[in-house]
């Protein structure tokens, strides 16, 4: 027996009027397909952007908020004016405060308020002289009368530049 040279079996060609177009469909496939996802990541980018740009804004209305305490905590250690004509400024008994912990009485008419701006952006400050305490720093004897001092409780609501986000704080300051 003598063996036979194997021949190579031949391919099978697809015929030529069935390959046509099936490049073009791919590449559109593909092009689709990177169009969903660039889209995709524009959106990411922009709520990102959005988010970063919120940020700021609450950023910059705390350290203005801030920066008004501080010019509050300066008007308390100045002149104190008559706290029944003075805007901004309230006593425990004769001329009460509302509650400047909320918004509602920063937005509220009447109450008045002590204005503040620092590089473009605006804050409101309200004093209030609260009841006298006992002096910490008193001497611990009971047969001395310990000395009063007079707190006062300083709140401000600061904006950021575009004015609608804001950040209200409190602080008391001894005198």
Do not use: C
């Amino acid at each position: 027996m003598t063996a036979r040279p194997m021949l190579p079996i031949p391919a099978r060609r697809v015929p030529a009027h069935r390959a046509r177009g099936s490049v073009l469909m791919i590449s559109l496939m593909i092009l689709i397909v990177l169009t969903l996802l660039v889209l995709a990541a524009m959106r990411g980018s922009t709520l990102m952007e959005r988010l970063v740009g919120n940020s700021r804004q609450l950023d910059q209305a705390f350290q203005t908020t801030e920066a008004a305490l501080r010019h509050g905590e300066g008007l308390v250690d100045g002149t104190l004016p008559n706290v029944l004509t003075a805007n901004g400024w309230y006593h425990y008994a004769a001329k009460p405060a509302p509650d400047f912990s909320t918004p509602t009485a920063w937005d509220a008419g009447g109450n008045g308020k002590i204005s503040y701006s620092i590089d473009g952006a605006n804050a409101q400050i309200a004093i209030e002289e609260l009841p006298p305490v006992p002096d910490p720093g008193g001497g611990l004897n009971p047969t001395e009368q310990p000395q009063e001092t007079t707190v006062y409780r300083i709140s401000a609501r600061g904006y950021g530049q575009r004015g609608d986000t804001f950040v209200i704080l409190q602080t008391t300051y001894r005198r």
